[in-house]
Structures are given as structure tokens and as C-alpha cells.
């Protein structure tokens, strides 16, 4: 939060007239966060299929898998995202395979 924001809330609280600017930075800063949200969820979505047709029943760790689709996936797509999106948003559909590294496959 913006220190501007803080000291309208607390003006607000010593004064009534600071409501409208803090209500106007604090929508923005909820906007803004809504944006970026949105935008990350459409780009794990554009990257779920093409990531679901590479993974095949042979295991294949983050960083082989990455390398084989770092061409087919969408810009922007790291493969700390990858990572991401594999053990956290989409792993009820790809399996673990304990290793060192770690290998995943279709569940």
C-alpha cells in the first residue's frame, strides 16, 4: 500500500474528507491487482494444452520439459511458471514421479 493511502485512511480517521482519495487509490490498487491476475490466469490456460499434449507415460522432469516446449509456449511463460503450474495449479492431472530431480508424466 502506498504510504499517500495510508495517511488519507488515517486523515479520514481524524477527518472526514480524505474518504473519496483513499477509496480512488485503494479501487486502483485492487484493479490493478484484478488485472494481473486475470492476465496470469489467461496465460496458464493458453499454456495447459500444449504442455497436456507434450506429457506422455515416460517421466520427464520441469527443466526437459521446458526445453522441449520453451518454442510452443506462450511469451511470458517461464519455466518457473511451468513449475508452478505442474505442482501446484494442474496436479491432479500430471503424476509425480519421485526422483531426483523429480519427473512427471500423465496422471
Given at each position: 500500500?502506498?504510504?499517500?493511502?495510508?495517511?488519507?485512511?488515517?486523515?479520514?480517521?481524524?477527518?472526514?474528507?480524505?474518504?473519496?482519495?483513499?477509496?480512488?487509490?485503494?479501487?486502483?490498487?485492487?484493479?490493478?491487482?484484478?488485472?494481473?491476475?486475470?492476465?496470469?490466469?489467461?496465460l496458464y490456460?493458453?499454456?495447459?494444452?500444449?504442455?497436456?499434449?507434450?506429457?506422455?507415460?515416460?517421466?520427464?522432469?520441469?527443466?526437459?520439459?521446458?526445453?522441449?516446449?520453451?518454442?510452443?509456449?506462450?511469451?511470458?511463460?517461464?519455466?518457473?511458471?511451468?513449475?508452478?503450474?505442474?505442482?501446484r495449479?494442474?496436479?491432479?492431472?500430471?503424476?509425480?514421479?519421485?526422483?531426483?530431480?523429480?519427473?512427471?508424466?500423465k496422471?
Amino acid at each position: 500500500m502506498k504510504k499517500a493511502t495510508m495517511e488519507a485512511i488515517v486523515n479520514y480517521l481524524n477527518e472526514q474528507d480524505a474518504l473519496p482519495e483513499a477509496r480512488a487509490e485503494i479501487q486502483a490498487e485492487l484493479n490493478k491487482n484484478a488485472e494481473k491476475a486475470d492476465a496470469n490466469r489467461a496465460l496458464y490456460d493458453a499454456a495447459k494444452g500444449v504442455v497436456m499434449d507434450a506429457l506422455t507415460d515416460t517421466p520427464v522432469t520441469i527443466q526437459e520439459l521446458y526445453e522441449a516446449l520453451e518454442g510452443d509456449l506462450p511469451e511470458g511463460f517461464t519455466k518457473g511458471k511451468l513449475q508452478y503450474a505442474i505442482t501446484r495449479l494442474w496436479n491432479g492431472e500430471i503424476a509425480k514421479v519421485e526422483g531426483n530431480p523429480n519427473g512427471y508424466r500423465k496422471a
